[in-house]
């Protein structure tokens, strides 16, 4: 399912905020940026390795 934003998503998933607390700092912070674009966990989850692989 898809959602408004990050925040809504958050409120109705759990496992999404779950997900995102357990992210570094600095990932968490990129991903703040673009709140309208992450609306389900698919695409947090998208975002988040995207970023991630750029740090290896």
């Known amino acids: 399912m898809k959602y408004p934003d990050m925040y809504d998503l958050f409120q109705s998933e ?21 709140t309208q674009g992450v609306n389900s966990l698919e695409s947090l989850k998208h975002y988040a390795e995207n970023l991630l692989r750029g740090d290896d």
Do not use: C, M, N, W
């Not at 995102?20 to 703040?32: A, H, M, N, R, T």
């Open 14 to 34: 759990p496992e999404a905020k779950a997900y995102f607390d357990s992210l570094p700092d600095y990932v968490k912070e990129q991903i703040g940026t673009r």
